[in-house]
């Protein structure tokens, strides 16, 4: 990075810097391209804090934002003093809503936006006396007041090793840069509730089982570790409480990150207490006291050097600690390649977020995944230690029950054996019976419709051999016969095996949820144009009062498809032309109800409890004779009883039949 008087300033191909104080933005749309950070070179006037109206006394110096004011006096090196930036931004339109995202600035400053002032923190001032440091960063909400303003920004600081600008001031519209302010805000409060909620449970768990340190030390890490993010983020005390003292939470801040430190060792040591020396144990903690012991008692700024210190102690610690996890790991101890696979992992990050000059918000979100990938893989580590203890414990206590109950608890472990093989035979004979059941049952049903129409066939055949028929057209008559019955055996077979394996709970169903809103529309619109073409009316019965949309019916709807043609079918074929076919749902009480009724002849009384019989031939509008396998209304009720309804048959001689069928309806939990 270069500052002083050059114009030797940072630029980047796609998006504008700033140079020698001016930042022209007429080739770029805030609301379309996006915020962009106002890096570059702003005009820089060392120690004059002069207002927008103000001129400044020459030399005027042009510094590079973020960075040091210091290269812009070379002829001082002291990091105090104060000074005024300024920046001219040229927008290409006025815009209506912006917002400045203004850092955390050391260690006071006040902002104006053309004439306006819109930010102050602490007291910029000419001495240490006369100035009151207080750090927060801030979003500022404003209307620009044309294409062209200024910013002009006054800074002191008395209090803080490094000085100026050190990280950028972002421009955007008010709507991004508020969503960005609303991300920023929930990557922090998850980072925090995270940690707070691991500290509670950790906590928890070692006042129940004092004996495991570890979850001790975790728990107050977890909760160390909260508190110092807390102090060091937005989500931070200054902006709830504008009179905390800024020098407190300073020295609050480094007194963190001792402990932190000290948590941390005293973690591993209690993981891996053979591996971990007790001699390096007591170096490292007690240079961590005598830092919190600087870090409260030195003055300021020299106490602003002491997280400098922090790393002097931290890099051998961690280093330490990674031999301490590969040593383990070499052992084979549970939760140790984890651990170092994740240490790794943390540290890689940590020197690609140093080393890449990521933007602040990228930095923050992969800051709060490395603070969670270590926490979570510490937890897992302490995790696998109380596993590996729980499955000891859980294996001792079955030894000790295995000797204390003895032949007891043999014979308590056969009888249940044995009740479960017992129940698995009752299960498998329960089925077998009902295979054999359905074996005899189709056998009878093959004997019983077959062989009529089987005795016609060798007729028709014998009928030719014996030369009964010759003429040209008989043969053809007989031949068409036998085609016929061929046909309807093969229906016939079809229906019987298809029957025989739904008794048998041998088909699969695709069962799907499906609005009763919709159900009750499905089939009229299928089979309308079918009735209609058949010479008949169709009419639709809906339910009075229209079923709501959280009401639901579980059901195959191929296979319901093949219960509403068998009942619908069989009613065209016992319906007189100019007749009337009515499907009805009625919705109420848990349930539907689906009503299919015809105007034909109707079935008399004593029929209807044995309408949906294998072949039953007292019903004659049944009969396979009439061209169906007599079968259909006997598959629709295994195909409804499957669906958990219940099918059955109303009618009254010379006013018509239906067909009535009720499946569950229910409402998702999901839906309520």
């Not at 590079?64 to 001219?88: F, N």
């Not at 101890?333 to 651990?339: E, I, K, P, R, S």
Request: some cysteine.
């Amino acid at each position: 990075m270069s500052t002083g008087c050059s114009n030797d300033v940072d630029s980047s191909p796609d998006a504008p810097k700033a140079i020698r104080g001016t930042l022209n933005l007429s080739a770029w749309d805030l609301s379309q391209d996006g915020p962009l950070t106002l890096d570059g070179g702003w005009a820089f006037d060392w120690m004059q804090l002069l207002e927008p109206d103000q001129n400044a006394v020459p030399p005027r110096w042009f510094t590079v934002l973020p960075g040091s004011w210091q290269p812009a006096q070379p002829d001082k090196h002291s990091s105090t003093g104060y000074g005024t930036y300024r920046l001219r931004i040229i927008l290409a339109s006025p815009q209506q809503q912006l917002a400045l995202r203004v850092p955390q600035i050391a260690t006071a400053y006040k902002l104006w936006i053309g004439s306006e002032l819109v930010a102050s923190k602490g007291q910029v001032g000419t001495d240490a006396a006369s100035s009151r440091p207080q750090t927060e960063a801030e979003m500022i909400y404003f209307q620009s007041p044309s294409t062209k303003f200024t910013l002009t920004l006054q800074v002191s600081n008395y209090e803080y090793r490094t000085s100026g600008v050190q990280s950028s001031i972002i421009l955007g519209t008010a709507e991004m840069m508020a969503k960005e302010d609303r991300s920023r805000w929930m990557t922090d409060a998850f980072l925090y509730g995270s940690l707070f909620v691991m500290s509670i449970y950790h906590l928890g768990v070692f006042r129940i089982w004092r004996k495991d340190l570890a979850r001790l030390y975790f728990g107050l890490f977890c909760l160390a570790l909260g508190v110092y993010a807390i102090l060091i983020s937005d989500i931070s005390p200054f902006g709830w409480v504008a009179d905390l003292p800024w020098k407190a939470m300073m020295r609050a801040q480094y007194v963190m990150l001792s402990v932190n430190l000290s948590l941390a060792v005293l973690l591993f040591s209690a993981l891996y207490p053979v591996e971990y020396s007790r001699r390096v144990l007591k170096i490292i903690v007690w240079s961590s006291i005598l830092l919190s012991a600087y870090s409260l008692l030195a003055p300021f700024p020299l106490v602003t050097y002491a997280d400098l210190l922090q790393i002097v102690i931290t890099i051998p610690a961690a280093a330490y600690g990674l031999y301490v996890l590969g040593l383990a790991a070499k052992r084979k101890l549970d939760g140790a390649f984890t651990g170092l696979i994740g240490v790794l992992i943390i540290i890689a990050l940590y020197i690609y977020l140093v080393s890449d000059g990521l933007r602040i918000s990228e930095s923050r979100i992969l800051m709060a995944v490395g603070f969670i990938l270590f926490v979570w893989l510490t937890s897992l580590i302490i995790h696998f230690r109380f596993a590996k203890t729980y499955r000891e414990a859980e294996s001792m206590s079955r030894h000790m029950r295995e000797v204390n109950t003895g032949l007891e608890r043999k014979i308590n472990e056969r009888t249940a054996d044995l009740e479960l093989s017992n129940q698995s035979l009752e299960k498998m004979n329960a089925e077998l019976a009902r295979l054999e059941n359905s074996r005899r049952r189709l056998l009878s049903n093959i004997s019983h419709d077959l062989g009529t129409p089987m005795t016609l066939i060798q007729g028709y055949v014998e009928a030719m051999l014996d030369g009964v028929v010759d003429k040209p057209e008989q043969l053809r008559k007989y031949l068409r016969l036998i085609h016929a019955r061929i046909i309807g055996l093969n229906r016939l077979i079809h229906d019987l095996f298809e029957l025989s394996k739904l008794e048998a709970r041998q088909i699969s169903f695709a069962m799907q949820e499906l609005p009763v809103r919709e159900y009750v529309g499905l089939f009229f619109e299928r089979y309308e144009l079918e009735v209609k073409n058949a010479g008949l009316s169709f009419e639709l019965r809906l339910p009075s009062k229209e079923p709501g949309p959280s009401l639901f019916v579980m059901i195959d709807v191929d296979r319901l498809d093949q219960v509403y043609t068998n009942i619908i079918y069989n009613a065209i074929k016992h319906t007189p032309a100019g007749g009337t076919i009515t499907l009805e749902y009625t919705v109420g009480a848990g349930r539907i109800v689906t009503r299919i009724g015809d105007s034909g002849p109707g079935i008399k009384e004593e029929d209807l409890p044995y309408v949906f019989d294998r072949f039953y031939r007292n019903d004659k509008l049944r009969s396979s004779a009439g061209g169906g396998s007599g079968l259909g209304l006997s598959i629709a009720k295994e195909i409804v009883e499957f669906h958990a309804g219940t099918i059955w048959a109303e009618s009254s001689p010379g006013q018509g039949a239906s067909i009535l069928f009720v499946l569950p309806v229910f409402r998702p939990k999901d839906g309520g």
